[in-house]
Structure formats: C-alpha cells, structure tokens
C-alpha cells in the first residue's frame, strides 16, 4: 500500500540524542565554570532540551552546595574572588585543558574534580567528598608522602592563614581518613531520621561542614591558579619524617 507507515529512523533518533547529550553537557560544563569565576551566584534546578518544540531530553542539575548555610571555617577563609569568564575561558585554553578530553595536566585534573562535584545537587559524602580531596591533591601534593601536611602548609601559602585553621585542615583529612577506612557510623542514602532532631541534625552539620569546606579550598585554590595565570604550583620538598605516616 502507498499509505503504509515508514518505520522509525532509529539512526536519526540517535543522532537526535546525542546531540542533544553534547549540547546539555557543554552547557552544564560552562554552567560549572560559572562555579569558579563567581561562586555562589548561580545553580541550576534542572535542564531540558526541547527539539521543535516538543520535550526530549531531560538534562542534569548543578549542585548547589556552596549555597548551603553550613559554615566551614570562620574569619572568611578560604577567601573567594570573582573572576571575568573570559579570564577564566583564557586560561583553560593556554594551558590546553579540554573539558571535553582526559585530563593532561593538574590542573584539569582539579578542573574535572569540580564538573564531578557540581554533578548532582544531591547531597553524598563519598561523591563530594572524594572529588573535592581529589582535586585539593592534584594541586598541592607533589610527593607521596605526608600527604596531609603538604596540603596544610602548601594551600595556607598559596590562600593565606587564619586563626585555627592548621586544626580544621587536619581535622578534614582526619575525617576522609575515617570515612575511606569504615571508622564512621552513617545514615543510608534513604532514612527516615528527623533532620530536625538534634543528634541528627548535628551529623549532617559536622559532615557538610567537613565537604564544604574541602570544596572551598578546591575552587579558591583553582581562582589563584588563574589569578597567577599558572597551570601549577611549585614548591619546595618536604623531607620525609616517617614514610609509614600519610
């Protein structure tokens, strides 16, 4: 019959989708950049993608956790800058990191470490957790031992000191430690614990203090990066004490 119905084009159907897959995926990448140049100004609940304007594809949301109101640390450290996102963009070609590609370079390893964070904007300690640390270590660490103390004294030189603060960057790695190792008791992904009953509510502040603060430290070391136009930092050695202490 001349009226039969053409099967679907399953190919163009495909193409349909991974265009749409690229195109969500660049945005979200320069919508996380924003993250860097003016942390705190924006988020993204959700995105979607209309082709002829009919509804296709339902995109990933921006995590929105610089926004939480759970504090760090005191005395506004890390300090945080607001950077041109052509500064920004300037960078990240001179120093041919590819948002797109594997990372070359460590600093697209702490850009990549940030796209991973802003991923979701459910709240997971071992999602936020390891990235943020992820990224902090791909910018300060340099030798395989010691690791914590070169992160304390070498991130303190490149965003300066405040009162205590040796404690609460110690603190962090003591708690990634405690986390990494099952010396932490936990809630599961679903619970139906009161957030507002105070042992609960205190757990949730102790950890979202602990994460929040290893990704300030992340994007504040990432805007020094481009404030000083450099794809890394350098720095002397530090002379191993024990090897056995990491």
């Given at each position: 019959s001349n009226h039969e119905s053409k099967p679907p084009d399953y190919s163009e159907l495909g193409n349909k989708w991974r265009n749409a897959d690229r195109f969500v995926y660049q945005a979200y990448y320069f919508l996380a950049l924003l993250q860097i140049?003016?942390?705190?100004?924006?988020?993204?609940e959700k995105m979607?993608?209309?082709i002829d304007d009919e509804f296709f594809y339902h995109g990933v949301s921006m995590s929105n956790f610089l926004f939480d109101p759970w504090e760090s640390h005191g005395n506004g450290w890390p300090k945080l800058h607001s950077i041109k996102m052509y500064d920004l963009w300037t960078w990240l070609v001179k120093y041919d990191i590819n948002l797109l590609e594997r990372s070359t370079s460590k600093a697209g390893r702490a850009i990549l470490a940030i796209l991973q964070i802003f991923s979701t904007k459910n709240f997971s300690v071992s999602h936020h957790l390891m990235w943020s640390m992820n990224g902090i270590e791909a910018i300060y660490k340099t030798q395989w031992f010691q690791v914590t103390r070169q992160v304390v004294e070498r991130s303190q030189l490149i965003l300066g000191?405040?009162?205590?603060?040796?404690?609460s960057l110690n603190n962090l790695y003591d708690f990634r430690s405690r986390y990494a190792h099952g010396e932490l008791d936990m809630y599961p992904i679903y619970h139906?614990?009161?957030i507002?009953?105070?042992?609960?509510?205190?757990?949730?502040?102790e950890?979202?203090?602990?994460?929040?603060?290893?990704?300030?430290?992340?994007?504040a070391s990432l805007q020094q990066l481009v404030i000083q136009d450099r794809s890394e930092f350098s720095f002397a050695p530090i002379r191993a004490k024990n090897k056995a202490n990491r």
């Open positions: 140049a003016h942390p705190r100004m924006f988020y993204s979607e993608v209309y000191t405040t009162e205590g603060l040796d404690k139906e614990a009161d507002t009953i105070d042992p609960v509510n205190k757990y949730y502040r950890v979202g203090s602990q994460i929040r603060l290893a990704i300030l430290v992340l994007v």
